[in-house]
Each structure stands twice: as structure tokens, then as C-alpha cells.
């Protein structure tokens, strides 16, 4: 089996190359990534973790030219699509940016699958497409407005490729809309190596643990929740890992749509408290006043992925924090 992990270079390709090398020992696996928000480190990385040589391409999913050659040098039988910006206050300040790159990035992945009779497709969503829904959100739950244009993007991709398969009947899609994923391989070795700024809540607390960032702002403290601190799903980057080469493994035809969650609740001030408890370090704070746009609670209802696919969120928030906690320490080490 040859498969194509666009955006494999990133924070979930990465992790997930390692689950596919696990499930798949023979498959061959290629790496398609611009390095826009990762490195080469990530690379030689998994060159250690997996002892074999990665096929990495560098190229950018925009330009056509260089992914045509791509497909023609390989009979791809699937592609996983991570390759994606991912900064959603970046995205309400430049929108054209989010919507020029996210859609074209998966029309030009999908234009060449048909064109090659690539027929098993996994991508990358989001529970943003749920908008201000209830929780625990369900798979057959309406797709609400995304408060932001990034969000936007995974809603407009999921039809594109929903319409392309209703065209297409060999033509199979699994869209997995994924929690709030943190953590990090529990060799500390790849991890969340955003550039710059961290925009997400593990990130930052890491950050802020290790002395780099000052004190971490907590946005909001009058939430109805119990300790007036944003409810999330936070979910192990291994277990969403392991998520995407379950779907891979049972896609046969048509959509699929799987919640890739723990389906259950953290609040802000417990995760802090529990990486405090964890790692032995102190995670200064101050709450400050909401983010604009920020729900006061989201969870997932996953069992469908749990019937459907045999997966299952297994690692807890305690391994959550060891984990992004190694990575972060190792990270200054090399
Ligand atoms: N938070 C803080 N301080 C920070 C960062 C975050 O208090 O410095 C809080 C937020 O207010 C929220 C929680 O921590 O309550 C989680 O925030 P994140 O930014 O880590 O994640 P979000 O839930 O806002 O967004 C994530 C992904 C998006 C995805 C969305 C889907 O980052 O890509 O989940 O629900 F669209």
C-alpha cells in the first residue's frame, strides 16, 4: 500500500506517520509538506524513532506542476490531508490567506486522486464546523456558522470532498473532525514545534512552565462552568493519531464522518493544575477577560468512531501533560 501524508511533517502528520508505520509495517509512506509551520528536525526525528529513511517531498500543495509529478511518480492507493493553516486569529485578520491556501491546497489533492484513481481519502477537520452547537456534539449534529474564516475552510473542504464522492462512487472520504489535540510521542522526540507564538492552550502553558513566557493569560473566569474556566475535549496527538489509521483501515465507500475526541470535559484551570501536579512546576496565571469568539464549553460524543472503527481515546490528561512536558524539555536539549 502507498499512501500520501500531505502535511505529514506537521504536528498530527508527524505523529501519525508513526501509528501508520505501526498498523501498516509494509505500506510505503510519503511525506508531502511545504515547511511553512514545521522542520527538517521533525524529519530527522522520525528517521529515528522509525530507523528507516522518510520519503519527503517538498512541495507545496498550491503548486500544481510540482504535486502532478508527484502523482505520477507513485500509484498512491490513499492520501491522508493534514497540509493546512491552522491560526485562527491569523485567519480573521487575513482571510484571503486561510481561504486561497485550504481550499486550494485540497481541490488540487483531489483533482489529481480522481485524475489517478487515488480512491481512499482521510482529511483533516475540525469541531469548528459545529459553530456554537450544543455538547456532547454528534456527527449527525448541523454544522452551524464557524466564527472564523479557519473554520470556515474545513466546512467548505468537507463538501468539496463530500460532492466530489456523491460524483464519484469509488471515490471514499473519511472526514475527522478532531478535538482539541495536544501531547506529544511519548519519546519526546516529535512533538507541537509550532513556529513563533503558541495560539493553543498545552503550547503556551509549556511555554510558560519553562520560564519563556511570563505568566499564561486564562481567557475568561465568568464561564458557567464550575470553576468559571472554557470547557474543551483535549485528546492525546497519539490516540487522534491512531484514529486516522483505524479510518484508513476501514474506509470502503462513500463519507464517513467521525468526532475524533475523548469525549470528555476539561476545564482551563484543571489542565493547568494538573500539569502543575504532574511535572512538579508552577504554571503562573492571571485570568483576564474572554477571547472573542471562544465557546464556554465544547465536548465530543465519540462513540461512533468507537462502534465504527474499533478506536477509542485512550490516554488520560495526566499522560497529556507528561508527554507535551518531555517534548518541551527535550526540544531545548537539541
Ligand atoms: N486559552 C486560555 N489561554 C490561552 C490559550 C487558550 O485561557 O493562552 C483557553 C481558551 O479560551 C479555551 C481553551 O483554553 O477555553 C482552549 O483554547 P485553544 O486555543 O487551545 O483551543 P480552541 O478550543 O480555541 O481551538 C481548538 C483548535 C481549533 C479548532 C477548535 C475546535 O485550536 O483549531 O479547537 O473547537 F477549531
Known amino acids: 500500500m502507498n499512501i500520501l501524508i500531505a502535511g505529514g511533517n506537521g504536528f498530527i502528520g508527524s505523529h501519525t506517520y508513526i501509528s501508520l508505520r505501526e498498523r501498516f509495517p509494509e505500506a510505503q509512506l510519503v511525506i508531502v509538506d511545504n515547511l511553512v509551520n514545521s522542520t527538517h528536525k521533525t524529519l530527522e526525528s522520525l528517521r529515528k524513532m522509525t530507523g528507516e529513511n522518510i520519503l519527503f517531498y517538498e512541495i507545496d500543495l498550491c503548486d500544481e506542476q510540482a504535486l502532478a509529478a508527484l502523482f505520477r511518480g507513485y500509484q498512491f492507493d490513499g492520501v491522508i490531508h493534514f497540509a493546512g493553516y491552522k491560526a485562527v486569529g491569523e485567519s480573521v485578520v487575513n482571510p484571503l490567506k486561510y481561504y486561497t491556501n485550504n481550499l486550494n491546497s485540497t481541490l488540487h489533492l483531489v483533482k489529481y486522486c480522481l485524475e489517478y484513481d487515488v480512491n481512499k481519502f482521510v482529511f483533516s477537520s475540525s469541531a469548528t464546523v459545529y459553530g456554537d452547537g450544543v455538547s456532547p456534539l454528534m ?196
Open 139 to 334: 456527527e449527525s449534529d448541523a454544522l452551524l456558522p464557524a466564527s472564523n474564516p479557519y473554520g470556515q475552510t474545513k466546512a467548505m473542504c468537507e463538501q468539496i470532498l463530500i460532492d466530489t464522492a456523491r460524483a464519484n462512487p469509488e471515490f471514499s472520504v473519511a472526514l475527522l473532525r478532531y478535538f482539541n489535540p495536544v501531547g506529544a510521542h511519548e519519546s519526546g522526540l516529535i512533538g507541537e514545534a509550532a513556529n513563533g507564538m503558541p495560539n493553543n492552550l498545552m503550547p503556551y502553558i509549556a511555554k510558560v512552565a519553562k520560564g519563556e513566557l511570563p505568566i499564561l493569560n486564562i481567557f475568561g473566569g465568568d464561564y458557567p462552568t464550575e470553576d468559571g474556566t472554557g470547557i474543551r475535549d483535549y485528546i492525546h496527538v497519539m490516540d487522534l493519531a491512531e484514529g486516522h489509521a483505524a479510518a484508513l483501515e476501514r474506509l470502503s465507500s462513500g463519507v464517513c464522518i467521525y468526532n475524533l475526541g475523548s469525549s470528555k470535559g476539561t476545564s482551563v484551570l484543571q489542565l493547568v493544575k494538573a500539569f502543575e501536579e504532574v511535572n512538579g512546576v508552577k504554571v503562573p496565571y492571571q485570568i483576564v477577560e474572554r477571547r472573542p469568539g471562544d465557546l464556554a464549553i465544547i465536548y465530543a460524543d465519540a462513540s461512533k468512531a468507537e462502534k465504527e472503527l474499533n478506536w477509542k481515546a485512550k490516554r488520560t490528561i495526566k499522560e497529556m501533560c507528561q508527554d507535551a512536558w518531555r517534548f518541551e524539555k527535550h526540544d531545548v536539549l537539541i
